[in-house]
């Protein structure tokens, strides 16, 4: 099984910050990387698909990059709307894994 | 629209059983992956099976051999057959799409609001 290791576990920052996430993977993905919003009740968002590209309809102050077994998020310019919990997944095999997750909480 | 709607969460007591549906709408489930991804209260994410566009299934250990995904095509559903239920199946389980064909994300990109299952 591929282990996701995703840091930080959480993070606090302002709005207007640049916020970086980073997920790991335990074996070569090349780019089978997503990421993912959560917010409280509320089903999962894709953000990032194939580590880079970025699912329609989501503003492009979210990026992603990477590739291999290293991989990050990237918000240019935090908005009050974006402190929730954030997911990296592979889709390179099953078992499909997910990071543990990283909450972005306000400062 | 291109939605997935989850039903069938319930309460059900240690070693019942469960069928959860998720009715999609907008899209042929046959032309997708079609998964089931679950959370426990207060936890993160975890995969739980999926039908493959070509109807090859997968489960996640902790599943397997309990639980059975399953697709009716003509209906454009996808089902979770849950038996021999356990305490830390409790979860909401959520439907969610996947394109592998190329065309689409090869992610989970549409989800439902989920069904609560609860084993106490």
């Given amino acids: 099984d591929i282990q996701m290791t995703q840091s930080p576990s959480s993070l606090s920052a302002s709005v207007g910050d640049r916020v970086t996430i980073t997920c790991r993977t335990s074996q070569t993905i090349t780019n089978y990387l997503n990421w993912y919003q959560q917010k409280p009740g509320k089903a999962p968002n894709l953000l990032i698909y194939a580590a880079s590209s970025l699912q329609g309809g989501v503003p492009s102050r979210f990026s992603g990059s990477g590739s291999g077994t290293d991989f990050t998020l990237t918000i240019s310019s935090l908005q009050p709307e974006d402190f929730a919990t954030y997911y990296c997944q592979q889709s390179s095999s099953t078992p499909y894994t997910f990071g543990l997750g990283t909450k972005l909480e306000i400062k | ?120």
Avoid at chain 2, 30 to 35: A, G, L, T, V
Avoid at chain 2, 87 to 110: K, L
């Fill in chain 2, 1 to 120: 629209e291109v939605q997935v709607v989850e039903s069938g969460g319930d309460l059900v007591q240690p070693g019942g059983s469960l069928r959860l549906s998720c009715a999609a709408s907008g899209f042929t489930v046959n032309n997708y992956y079609m998964s089931w991804v679950r959370q426990a209260a207060g936890k993160g994410l975890e995969w739980v099976s999926t039908v493959f566009d070509g109807g090859r299934t997968d489960y996640a250990d902790s599943v397997k051999g309990r639980f059975s995904i399953s697709r009716h095509n003509s209906k454009n559903m996808v089902y979770l057959q849950m038996n021999s239920l356990r305490p830390e199946d409790t979860a909401v389980y959520y439907c969610a799409r996947g394109d592998s064909s190329g065309w689409g994300p090869d992610a989970f990109d549409v989800w439902g609001r989920g069904a609560m299952v609860t084993v106490s």
